[in-house]
């Protein structure tokens, strides 16, 4: 018997049975919408996770002292090293995560970062009214700041705030900037901080020197070359032989990392969280499958006799098999695409209604299609066997 | 397997046995039933209830295996793979049951061509042929119809039909008019009569003598043995 001929036998069943059918792919098309909008919200997630990262400059290198407070980086050490081929620009940050902010009428907490004016080319930071923190404001020690927008608001009510006088941990301030506005993200708002000069910085937190240094390399290319010059000098200068990794420079006294590693790190993150998910939702992918099972052998019993008939009239042991998984992965791969389309409708709720980022990659639809047929070709080989097996004078006769 | 068409035995049957076990009970259908049938004979078996009659029927038919004995369908054993039995099947006997046996989810024409299908024929040669088939039964009109929405006399009708489509050796029919009344059953009979004037070899059963009475040839079975075999009223 041809192949068409059997599918067509095979498919006219599970159409005679619109309701079984229907019931009996519930368990896939649920199994596969899971699976879909959890790839989908993985997929989504780490693209936002990334798009910040990017946001914060492909070319943008971490160094952090981590031991040896006594060995500290002077002001000719950073400009020795900005003459490394590859080094454009580095600014040294001191920050907190908690200050105390007041203005006259309301008080509040943030973020302190402390820096020097490259800081803001490096993170790039922009204002959208006032200036940035000057050299001057540096070598002077001069107590003003740059505020967030949201801070802003949060202190003052608006945003047109420069000229403004605050108090931070208790010390005047003036306000000499107000920073665009990022928008929020996942790692918390960016528009909630004030921006200090280093100096200033030293003094309010007691610090003797900046620990953590951001170094913008040339181009993109040349992170690596600007991050072998960085370990080269940091490791004469902790007098320390290394032989580091590509992207990442780890040890007791200080770490080097680049963009590129911070992203790898943040997609592998997510990429095992959305397998992890997925794999959750596989499981009822399995229950799906079995729920085919048991259904196709109730079907098998139920048509003992047309089965007979069909092997009173010379179908062979192959042709009722095939008629049966056919049956079955059909409705499998049925049921798998109806749950890609309950999958992407859901997503756009997600979306639209909940304002979750889901991407549901385009090749789902294949995979989805051809899992879901594997798992009934699967789950239909024992009652297709069955049904191929019987004799077909018992088949017959049963009533 | 070896051809042997000389004698145009197309039935040859050697010490037929068949043993039915029941759980622990084990009941012997037929016991050393040795038959042989010419190509183009009309033969009826006859026998009262449970004598036997399907028993030997299904095992003619490659429904069943006999439990001892040898069995020559057309110059070929017949103990061989239940793929070569299918195909036996298919090819060289046409069925015709009691309760017609269609698939009652198909029309009419997708009944008469399943057959061909199962041969091989493409979807478009299957269907001219079928066609073809219930038009010689004069179903032509019912062509899409399902067999529930037939009398009993047009779904046997329907049923030759499909015994015929393959153009097999033998046509079997088991008791075929007995779920219909005598006006449906006397055309089924003269449908036999008329294909086996064409030259088909047809096996009936049944329990009637007065519809035996059309065969040319009368084979008596009581309790699993053959007691008589009249051609034309006269033993042979
Ligand atoms: N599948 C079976 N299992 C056990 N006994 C059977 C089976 N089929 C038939 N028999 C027995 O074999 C005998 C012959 O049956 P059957 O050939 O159907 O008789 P007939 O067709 O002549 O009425 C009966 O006694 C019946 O009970
Ligand atoms: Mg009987």
Redesign the pocket.
């Known amino acids: 018997m041809k192949i068409s001929q059997l599918i067509k036998i095979a498919l006219s069943s599970v159409w005679n049975n619109k309701m079984r059918s229907f019931l009996t792919m519930l368990g896939i098309i649920i199994g596969i919408s899971s699976v879909t909008i959890l790839v989908g919200m993985g997929e989504g997630t780490q693209k936002q996770i990334s798009d910040q990262i990017e946001n914060l400059g492909t070319n943008l290198i971490t160094v952090s002292i981590t031991g040896n407070r006594t060995t500290t980086i002077t002001d000719e050490d950073l400009n020795e090293l900005k003459a490394k081929p590859g080094i454009k620009e580095i600014a040294p940050e001191i920050s907190t995560g908690n200050v105390n902010i007041k203005s006259k009428s309301k008080s509040s907490t943030t973020t302190l970062e402390a820096s020097t004016p490259e800081y803001a080319e490096i993170r790039k930071l922009a204002v959208q009214s006032g200036r940035f923190i000057k050299r001057m404001d540096v070598d002077n020690r001069f107590n003003v700041l740059v505020i967030g927008p949201e801070t802003a608001q949060n202190i003052f009510g608006n945003t047109n705030v420069v000229g403004n006088t605050m108090y931070v941990n208790g010390i005047e301030f003036t306000v000499v900037g107000v920073l665009k506005s990022e928008g929020t993200s996942t790692t918390g708002s960016s528009d909630d901080r004030i921006i200090i000069p280093l100096s200033t910085g030293e003094r309010l937190m007691k610090t003797a020197k900046a620990q953590t240094f951001y170094v913008e390399a040339e181009s993109k290319d040349k992170v690596d070359e600007a991050m072998s010059y960085l370990e080269l000098f940091l490791n004469k200068k902790f007098k320390i032989r290394n032989s580091g990794s590509d992207s990442t420079v780890t040890n007791s006294y200080y770490r080097v990392m680049s963009q590129t590693s911070i992203l790898d790190t943040a997609n592998s993150t997510t990429k095992s969280m959305t397998s992890m998910l997925a794999g959750i939702a596989a499981i009822s992918l399995i229950v799906g499958g079995i729920g085919i099972m048991n259904i196709m052998l109730v079907s098998v019993a139920e048509r003992t006799r047309e089965i007979g008939i069909r092997k009173a009239i010379g179908a062979k042991k192959r042709n009722i098999l095939m008629q049966f998984l056919i049956e079955s992965a059909g409705i499998s791969g049925f049921g798998g695409i109806m749950g890609v389309l309950l999958g992407y409708i859901g997503a756009y709720f997600g979306e639209h209604v909940f304002g979750t980022a889901i991407i549901i990659p385009s090749n789902i639809v294949i995979e989805a299609f051809v899992f879901s047929m594997v798992v009934g070709i699967i789950f239909g080989i024992y009652p297709a066997n069955k049904a191929s097996n019987l004799n077909p004078i018992d088949a017959l006769?049963f009533e | 397997m070896t051809e042997d068409r000389s004698g145009r035995e197309i039935i040859k049957m050697n010490g037929i046995e068949k043993v039915?076990k029941?759980g622990e009970v084990s009941?012997k259908?037929l016991s050393s039933v040795d038959l042989i049938i010419q190509k183009g004979e009309y033969v009826a078996i006859i026998?009262p209830?449970?004598?036997?009659?399907?028993?030997l029927m299904n095992i003619i038919g490659c429904l069943d295996k006999p439990t001892k004995g040898e069995y020559i369908l057309d110059g070929m054993d017949t103990n061989c793979s239940d793929n070569l039995l299918a195909e036996i099947r298919n090819k060289k006997i046409g069925f015709i049951f009691q309760n017609y046996n269609l698939l009652p989810k198909s029309n009419i024409l997708e009944n008469v061509e399943l057959p061909l299908l199962y041969l091989g024929y493409t979807q478009k040669r299957a269907r001219k042929r079928a066609e073809h088939a219930i038009e010689k039964v004069g179903l032509k009109s019912h062509i899409k119809h399902r067999p529930c929405e037939l009398s009993g006399g047009q779904m046997q009708r329907v049923a030759i039909a499909r015994a015929l489509v393959t153009g097999p050796q033998i046509i079997l029919a088991d008791e075929p008019t007995g779920a219909l009344d005598s006006k449906a059953g006397e055309e089924v009979l003269e449908m036999l009569s008329d294909l086996n004037n064409e030259g088909n070899t047809i096996i009936m059963?049944t329990h009637d003598s007065k519809i035996a009475s059309r065969a040319k040839r009368m084979i008596t079975?009581m309790d699993g043995m053959i007691k008589s075999d009249l051609s034309n009223g006269v033993k042979s």
């Open positions: 006769r | 039915y029941t009941f259908a026998g209830s449970g004598a036997g009659k399907s028993t059963i079975i």
